[in-house]
């Protein structure tokens, strides 16, 4: 999968699986999270807690489907369907997540431009849904690290 920013000012991203535009990842303007479609169903993500360190996605009914825990740190989980799956930061200097099983890593999601319009999303063992979950939670992870470099001064 890809996602590609719609435009520079804009917040939302297109995704596409092997060139096929499949769902739209439109990022909420004031709070962490979002929402997209894919296959007809509706999905929401929201952040909670403090930090925005736990999110959790439900569906079109209101059922929790997904969570993630202690995003922002160097390793940190996702739940779903009874499985937990388990993401580390590649270095303290990549913005590169990867999924793995044990030491070993099996799946990715990183930027493929200096400037974060297209990141590709190698999660090939999770469902297309997981993958948009995990996409979610790390598109509103990168932003939040962003507003807090900026605020600091350290943004440029």
Request: a positive charge.
């Amino acid at each position: 999968m890809e996602a590609r920013k719609k435009s520079g000012w804009n917040r939302s991203y297109v995704v596409t699986d092997q060139g096929r535009e499949i769902a739209t990842w439109d990022k909420s303007t004031w709070k962490s999270g979002g929402e997209f479609t894919l296959g007809g169903h509706r999905f929401r993500v929201k952040a909670s807690g403090w930090g925005g360190s736990h999110y959790s996605m439900v569906d079109d009914a209101g059922t929790q489907v997904a969570s993630a825990d202690r995003v922002g740190r160097k390793r940190w989980t996702v739940s779903a369907g009874g499985q937990t799956y388990n993401f580390r930061r590649r270095s303290f200097w990549s913005s590169e997540e990867e999924l793995v099983l044990g030491d070993t890593a099996v799946g990715s999601i990183r930027k493929t431009s200096f400037w974060g319009n297209s990141v590709a999303v190698e999660l090939p063992t999770l469902a297309s849904a997981l993958q948009l979950f995990v996409l979610a939670v790390v598109l509103s992870k990168w932003d939040a690290e962003a507003s807090a470099a900026a605020a600091s001064g350290g943004g440029g």
